[in-house]
């Protein structure tokens, strides 16, 4: 499913890979599809079963981290949304969240170095302008986890890593902080965790909204394999890439390809969508079973 074009709720938005749909002015029904977004760029062809594996995942998640951070989550079950005749277009794929302004950044925790992190760290010895120890190969383990916020850009822009400090600037020296030290905490704790099922989350992206009375709130989704890189701990070596429960997979044939990472992308073959979603049912029972 890519987009259930027949629920009769109005639709509000459409993400990367979420549909909201309105339901009244403080709740609203989060959809997952099975789109997949890499570079920033959403592909044509969907990830099988991709949004239903995500929505087990991030409730699995949002419930084992609640005690840390209060979520979107209001206690309405899908069904009391839903006309019965709908149900079927988005079984097991959608909750009901608040309706919640949403912080004007991407709070990415890293644990280890990886991706566009290894990447400025080869040219600068730094990631989002954080100094790092010389000498590091890739996806070595940090010192200590780090928060290397970004950009949140719309549908079809790219994400730019900024500093603490664009940071402050733009949603507060306050606000920042508490993004800053609640990601720590949520990553520290799911680390904890994901180590006793074989998997190392080497980092991971945080969404938050404020609610009505201003509380910093958790939302969109936690932990999966569309926000995070999950490495197997049993073939984890410093030096080289490995290999992921995530959309690092299909990241990695769409390089191969020569793309230039500007839409459209190249269509993904049957075999590399079906891998891709192998990997990511991999995650939900390692962690859930």
Avoid at 5 to 29: A, F, P, Q
Avoid at 226 to 240: I, K
Wanted: include cysteine.
């Amino acid at each position: 499913m890519t987009t259930p074009n027949s629920l009769s709720l109005k639709k509000i938005y459409s993400g990367k890979v979420r549909d909201l749909y309105e339901i009244d002015d403080k709740r609203m029904l989060m959809v997952a599809t099975d789109r997949l977004s890499a570079f920033d760029v959403i592909l044509a062809e969907p990830i099988p079963e991709k949004g239903k594996i995500l929505t087990a995942i991030s409730n699995f998640w949002f419930d084992k981290l609640a005690q840390l951070v209060p979520n979107h989550f209001t206690g309405d079950k899908v069904e009391d949304v839903v006309p019965a005749q709908e149900l079927p277009l988005v079984e097991g794929r959608a909750v009901v969240a608040k309706r919640l302004q949403p912080v004007a950044v991407e709070a990415i925790v890293r644990g280890y170095i990886a991706g566009s992190g290894w990447k400025e760290y080869q040219q600068s010895g730094t990631v989002c302008g954080i100094q790092l120890p010389v000498g590091l190969k890739e996806a070595a383990k940090l010192p200590q986890p780090i928060f290397t916020p970004s950009t949140k850009a719309a549908v079809g822009d790219h994400d730019e890593n900024i500093s603490f400090e664009q940071c402050e600037a733009i949603v507060g020296k306050d606000l920042a902080a508490k993004v800053r030290d609640t990601s720590i905490a949520l990553y520290s704790a799911a680390v904890a965790y994901a180590a006793t099922r074989g998997i190392i989350i080497a980092d991971t992206k945080f969404e938050f909204g404020l609610d009505e009375n201003g509380e910093l709130t958790l939302m969109d989704e936690v932990l999966t394999p569309d926000s995070s890189r999950f490495w197997p701990a049993d073939s984890y070596a410093e030096g080289s890439n490995p290999p992921s429960f995530d959309k690092q997979f299909v990241r990695d044939w769409l390089e191969s390809t020569g793309w230039n990472k500007e839409p459209p992308a190249p269509p993904v073959p049957a075999d590399v969508a079906q891998k891709t979603a192998d990997k990511y049912r991999e995650a939900l029972t390692r962690l859930t079973s």
